[in-house]
């Protein structure tokens, strides 16, 4: 057997049982500000534009009614000291997840605003203004040198059959102060008469401001059925059931669990839900041509869906080659829309805004689904604040039992001492998953392993910081130093028989924020 293929399978069974290490994102990357509870129904738009000739690309002239105002302040890349202002008004409620992608804290990428808007076949106009030190409010006696910095320091979008770049709208402000702007839009040159628009926006601290945000409805499927298809080629097949796995428990996060969602035209055995050749046949035998994973978390539901052409399969295969893995397709361009997504039930619709193409194919995905969540043993769950008690700073037993099997571990000198110390101190499940890890362990791979575990266990410098015990299971925190870097942990402890054993353990590298 491979020693790669060996070690990777130890590392596999060991993370069941042992420290899983991450590296801990930048809280910048991760922050969402939240919007205010009263931040709908404060906005208003009417009027429309028209679009013709080469805009309307050779189509009859079109209007567009404008529903939708949102505003929010964004970072201004070009002066620090004031924040720019941003506003949308669209014919159709936007969902704040898309318009989270102009948040201050991810800084105001236009273009991936315009993809997202685009995608979702949005119509309307964005305005981005500089800042808000402009005219104070309308009126004839309005200064006639402000009146015209504000009419024309702003950049304009025109969304129709894919983004407008335009510097030809004439904005007319009636009130322009750091809490609401108000006032007309209209054009000039060709555009002349083509758009007559007035809107009244008010603005917060943080957050969005808004008409309507769009809200994905309840599917009202039965759990574990799906209702939409894949068109491959121009080729459909239904996907009729869903199935979702979660996979392991976060210790630090339970909106960090991650579950996977397989689709299938027809139903399939427990067994045939993984991602090895041996599943994908066991799907084909089920007599599917197509089957589908996305992955996600309540946190951060945002994927890619993996399409699998099982039925290309040849009913001999054993293993993976070049040819079988031809035929997994990840699609980039697909959006996923929640009505639900709690600790037993996902609930929503996952599609392609528009045909994604591979360099072999044409894909189109649009599915609607209600999965019930099968969770792994309940075993491997953190204790909640909701269910225990606050162990001392130093973890109280529990602690003393981990920092024990540490220091056994760092003691350890060969691979026959370190499994006896992972006999002895580990819980029952993850004592037997590792007995057998180590039981297929050729002579000549024994160091390399060896040194794979103890670099995987070990922790310098532990230092326990409390706690949580419920009955026989208790989580405890620590921090230490891994690599060089900072390292905190959650570890579960069992109490078996008398002696606190040694659970599944998470570590994220760099500090915690």
Request: proline share 5%.
């Amino acid at each position: 057997m491979n020693r790669i293929i060996i070690l990777t399978a130890l590392a596999t069974a060991f993370i069941g049982f042992g420290c899983t290490k991450t590296q801990q994102p930048s809280p910048a990357a991760t922050a969402q500000p939240t919007p205010i509870n009263d931040a709908e129904s404060i906005n208003s738009v009417e009027g429309s534009f028209t679009v013709t000739g080469y805009w309307a690309k050779d189509k009859p002239p079109e209007a567009v009614t404008l529903t939708q105002a949102y505003a929010r302040r964004v970072k201004n890349k070009d002066d620090q000291t004031r924040p720019a202002i941003l506003i949308l008004l669209t014919e159709k409620p936007v969902a704040l997840k898309v318009l989270a992608e102009a948040d201050d804290d991810k800084g105001f990428d236009s273009s991936s605003l315009q993809s997202k808007l685009d995608n979702r076949g949005v119509r309307g106009i964005q305005l981005l203004f500089a800042g808000e030190k402009k005219a104070a409010s309308g009126g004839e006696d309005q200064d006639s040198e402000s009146e015209s910095e504000s009419e024309s320091d702003f950049d304009s979008v025109v969304y129709f059959n894919g983004s407008i770049q335009t510097n030809v709208l004439e904005f007319k402000p009636a009130v322009f102060t750091a809490d609401e702007v108000q006032g007309n839009i209209t054009a000039r040159g060709d555009w002349e008469g083509q758009f007559n628009i007035n809107f009244k926006v008010s603005l917060r601290p943080q957050g969005w401001t808004g008409g309507v945000f769009f809200v994905q409805p309840p599917t009202n499927l039965s759990p574990g059925t799906a209702n939409g298809q894949i068109v491959v080629d121009g080729k459909a097949t239904r996907f009729n059931y869903v199935y979702a796995r979660q996979q392991k428990y976060d210790l630090f996060d339970e909106k960090n669990n991650v579950v996977k969602l397989f689709f299938t035209e027809k139903p399939v055995p427990e067994d045939a839900l993984g991602e090895n050749i041996e599943h994908y046949l066991s799907m084909k035998r089920a007599g599917n041509v197509y089957v589908m994973l996305y992955q996600l978390t309540a946190k951060d539901p945002s994927g890619f869906p993996h399409i699998w052409h099982v039925g290309g399969l040849a009913d001999s295969q054993t293993h993976f080659t070049m040819e079988t893995r031809d035929l997994d397709e990840s699609l980039m361009s697909t959006d996923i829309d929640l009505s639900k997504f709690d600790d037993s039930l996902i609930d929503g619709r996952l599609y392609t805004p528009k045909p994604y193409k591979s360099f072999d194919s044409t894909y189109e995905l649009d599915v609607s689904f209600n999965a019930q969540i099968n969770k792994p043993d309940e075993t491997d769950a953190p204790v909640k604040a909701s269910q225990g008690q606050p162990l001392p700073s130093d973890g109280g037993e529990p602690g003393k039992a981990y920092l024990a099997f540490l220091k056994g571990v760092e003691a350890a000198g060969n691979l026959k001492e370190l499994a006896q110390v992972l006999e002895t101190s580990l819980s029952a499940k993850p004592s037997e998953e590792a007995k057998k890890s180590l039981a297929s362990v050729p002579v000549d791979e024994e160091d390399k392993t060896f040194n794979l575990f103890k670099t995987v266990l070990l922790i310098n410098d532990p230092r326990i910081e409390g706690g949580l015990v419920s009955g026989d299971k208790a989580t405890l925190s620590f921090t230490g130093m891994d690599g060089g870097q900072k390292a905190n942990g959650r570890v579960n402890m069992h109490l078996e028989n008398g002696q606190w054993k040694v659970g599944a353990s998470s570590t994220h590298m760099g500090d915690m924020k």
